[in-house]
């Protein structure tokens, strides 16, 4: 099990929680973590199969947005996570008075096992998740009701991370520009979709494109060669950002890996070869991911 001695000892020094804490609600579990999507979602393990999480009480930096695409901090933000539940770790799962959101997510704190927490856990010292993401830096407060049981832990948390200067609140520190891994031109591939958690892939892929400038995109369209199946843009000048192209139909895009071309006419204007990047059902991927 993954210790945490050295986040939470910082944490008691500068003014995170340092009593012990039990978990207010009934427990579940313990199950496994199946993968860490963003810095605040995640899947884990259930009796139904894999179940997408999302954590309660804070909002950490996206790195795949539909709209925005990739937030600083987001990549550190997620890399916290997963060096925190590495997968197969076993966590608890306590729930609140709202359970799941609009997007189908279980809403829920987590707790893992940890020697140095802060909570009690079945008789056992743990760290609670969402609170030790918070206190590290990785995630604004986010209280919607009625999920508020730990709201002024979340708080405090953010206020000490952000007097403290950690993490994404650290001054005068910039965000690693992971876009500029990515090839240059006005209109590139950046993430996709390509194994979602719906029947014969139907109505569930997607790949998302960053726009660098006003671009016409009439007459492109992306293409996959396997299934010669084409998906058009939306005609007109697009402005910049991160335009999501969706596939209507059954999948087209190969789980086991594949290559995506962006094309205008005959003219490849770009491709993304994703073979070396397999993901999880329901997933996302983006180009420039290390």
Request: glycine share 12%; proline share 8%; aromatic share 8%.
């Amino acid at each position: 099990m993954r210790k945490l001695a050295t986040w939470l000892t910082l944490f008691a020094l500068t003014g995170g929680v340092g009593a012990q804490l039990e978990p207010v609600g009934s427990l579940f579990g313990p199950v496994s973590v199946l993968t860490v999507i963003d810095g605040d979602t995640l899947v884990l393990e259930s009796n139904l199969g894999p179940r997408t999480v999302r954590l309660i009480g804070i909002d950490a930096p996206e790195t795949s947005h539909p709209e925005r695409g990739r937030d600083p901090y987001g990549p550190e933000a997620r890399a916290f996570v997963a060096a925190l539940l590495p997968e197969g770790t076993p966590v608890w799962v306590e729930l609140d008075l709202g359970v799941n959101d609009a997007f189908g997510r279980l809403l829920a704190y987590l707790y893992v096992e940890d020697p140095d927490g802060t909570w009690v856990v079945e008789g056992r010292p743990a760290a609670q998740v969402n609170l030790a993401i918070a206190e590290a830096g990785f995630a604004a407060e986010l209280t919607i009701e009625p999920n508020s049981t730990y709201a002024d832990l979340y708080r405090d948390a953010v206020a000490s991370a952000r007097e403290a200067g950690r993490g994404m609140w650290a001054p005068g520190e910039a965000a690693t520009d992971h876009l500029a891994a990515l090839p240059e031109g006005p209109i590139v591939i950046h993430c996709a979709l390509y194994d979602p958690a719906t029947p014969n892939d139907e109505d569930g892929e997607w790949v998302s494109l960053l726009i660098r400038e006003p671009v016409d995109t009439r007459g492109y369209y992306l293409y996959d060669e396997g299934s010669r199946s084409t998906f058009r843009l939306p005609p007109g000048i697009q402005e910049p950002g991160a335009l999501r192209v969706g596939n209507p139909g059954q999948g087209v895009w190969n789980n086991g890996g594949d290559v995506i071309y962006l094309k205008r006419g005959d003219a490849i204007v770009d491709q993304w070869d994703y073979r070396d990047r397999l993901a999880p059902e329901g997933v996302v991927i983006c180009r420039d991911e290390e």
